[in-house]
């Protein structure tokens, strides 16, 4: 994540060359930038590869949010590139903001996963101020919550992305529950690609594939569907002795960047505490 244009671009060639057909980028290296990294991806998958922005709640990683202006210009021009999707360009419960930005019918935009409880992802279905809902089932509320969801996505003539950003439990787990949906209405299912010493990915990430005892089968891009009984995977509970919790923050995050090496450190503190 927050590469450079080059690394990027270099990384979305090598998922497509996996078999996907989707690749998606973690924007916030700042707006020209940005673009400057989609430019060069879609030179590097070519025309029929489908890439994702993901400005993951208004662009909160970078120094300062960009104003809904900027944000307009560089969905307009994002569009030259043909996006799938602009994910969370605004604040999660600016559902007035996604209408507008919509409206402008840029690019097709996606959100729901910053959604802090039902009525909340009700009114962003209501509002239709996406083109794609989006949910994850491990802090969203399992199954309960999404086929409720779903439902109401599906009456809205809308569709529905998986967020999954987790373990192949968590993914296996939103596929089962795709699967029983058509495709206009669950279109995508997020696989979280990590790096192993032969393959292509965002980091390693062990942990994620090692829960199950067997891994997940892929073909060209597509998971195929384990038969066995429940969710037909059977969990290794030997990673609770090989990965075991650590207590802590996994980062800090100071609420200034601008601020000195010092100070940051007293404020990631604070933060944490």
Same mark, same amino acid.
């Given at each position: @994540?927050?590469?450079?244009?080059?690394?990027?671009?270099?990384? %979305?060639?090598?998922?497509?060359?996996?078999?996907?057909?989707?690749?998606?980028?973690?924007?916030?290296?700042?707006?020209? *930038?940005?673009?400057?990294?989609?430019?060069?991806?879609?030179?590097?998958?070519?025309?029929?590869?489908?890439?994702?922005?993901?400005?993951? %709640?208004?662009?909160?990683?970078?120094?300062?949010?960009?104003?809904?202006?900027?944000?307009?210009?560089?969905?307009?021009?994002?569009?030259?590139?043909?996006?799938?999707?602009?994910?969370?360009?605004?604040?999660?419960?600016?559902?007035?903001?996604? +209408?507008?930005?919509?409206?402008?019918?840029?690019?097709?935009? %996606?959100?729901?996963?910053?959604?802090?409880?039902?009525?909340?992802?009700?009114?962003?279905?209501?509002?239709?101020?996406?083109?794609?809902?989006?949910?994850?089932?491990?802090?969203?509320?399992?199954?309960?919550?999404?086929?409720? @969801?779903?439902?109401?996505?599906? +009456?809205?003539?809308?569709?529905? %992305?998986?967020?999954?950003?987790?373990?192949?439990?968590?993914?296996?787990?939103?596929?089962?529950?795709?699967?029983?949906?058509?495709? *206009?209405?669950?279109?995508?299912?997020?696989?979280?690609?990590?790096?192993?010493?032969?393959?292509?990915?965002?980091?390693?990430?062990?942990?994620?594939?090692?829960?199950?005892?067997?891994?997940?089968?892929?073909?060209?891009?597509?998971?195929?569907?384990?038969?066995?009984?429940?969710?037909?995977?059977?969990?290794?509970?030997?990673?609770?002795?090989?990965?075991?919790?650590?207590?802590?923050?996994?980062?800090?995050?100071?609420?200034?960047?601008?601020?000195?090496?010092?100070?940051?450190?007293?404020?990631?503190? +604070?933060?944490?505490?």
């Amino acid at each position: @994540m927050h590469m450079t244009p080059e690394k990027q671009a270099a990384e %979305a060639l090598a998922i497509s060359q996996l078999g996907f057909r989707a690749y998606k980028m973690h924007s916030g290296i700042g707006p020209e *930038q940005d673009l400057e990294t989609v430019r060069q991806m879609r030179e590097a998958v070519g025309p029929d590869f489908d890439l994702i922005i993901d400005a993951h %709640a208004w662009w909160q990683m970078g120094d300062r949010n960009p104003l809904e202006a900027v944000i307009e210009k560089l969905a307009e021009q994002l569009s030259e590139y043909n996006i799938a999707w602009l994910e969370e360009p605004l604040p999660p419960d600016h559902h007035e903001g996604y +209408r507008r930005l919509k409206d402008l019918d840029l690019v097709p935009l %996606a959100s729901g996963v910053h959604e802090p409880d039902e009525p909340s992802f009700l009114d962003l279905i209501q509002t239709a101020g996406v083109d794609y809902l989006q949910l994850d089932l491990v802090s969203q509320g399992g199954y309960p919550t999404a086929r409720r @969801m779903l439902g109401e996505i599906s +009456r809205a003539g809308l569709r529905f %992305a998986f967020h999954s950003w987790g373990t192949a439990l968590e993914v296996v787990a939103a596929a089962h529950l795709a699967a029983c949906w058509p495709d *206009q209405v669950v279109e995508w299912l997020e696989y979280p690609c990590y790096s192993t010493p032969s393959r292509a990915g965002m980091y390693p990430y062990p942990l994620a594939t090692e829960v199950l005892k067997e891994p997940l089968q892929l073909d060209h891009g597509d998971l195929i569907l384990p038969k066995g009984p429940g969710l037909g995977v059977e969990v290794d509970e030997g990673v609770i002795e090989r990965y075991p919790w650590i207590p802590g923050p996994w980062s800090f995050f100071g609420a200034d960047s601008k601020l000195p090496s010092s100070e940051r450190s007293r404020s990631a503190n +604070r933060q944490a505490s």
